[in-house]
């Protein structure tokens, strides 16, 4: 996850196109799940949207990061 998250962020400060609001959102929902979970101090229950298709190096940084949130909150299967 941390390799997404920082290839996003060179992305963005070396002028690499604006995010996707979806993945933007798919992202927020993930981080949301997460932060829920570690709260209450149980594992993620929201069921994970898998990605739709196999990876592309062409898709943005942020839709990869989403796609590893995803991974994470369905269990790492």
Do not use: I, K, N, W
Not at 43 to 72: I, V, Y
């Amino acid at each position: 996850m941390g390799g997404a998250v920082a290839a996003f962020a060179a992305q963005r400060r070396y002028g690499g196109r604006v995010p996707d609001p979806v993945e933007v959102e798919r992202v927020a929902r993930a981080l949301d799940e997460l932060s829920a979970a570690a709260r209450a101090h149980r594992p993620p229950t929201r069921a994970a949207a898998r990605p739709t298709r196999p990876h592309d190096p062409t898709r943005s940084a942020l839709g990869r990061a989403a796609d590893e949130l995803d991974t994470l909150l369905a269990g790492g299967s």
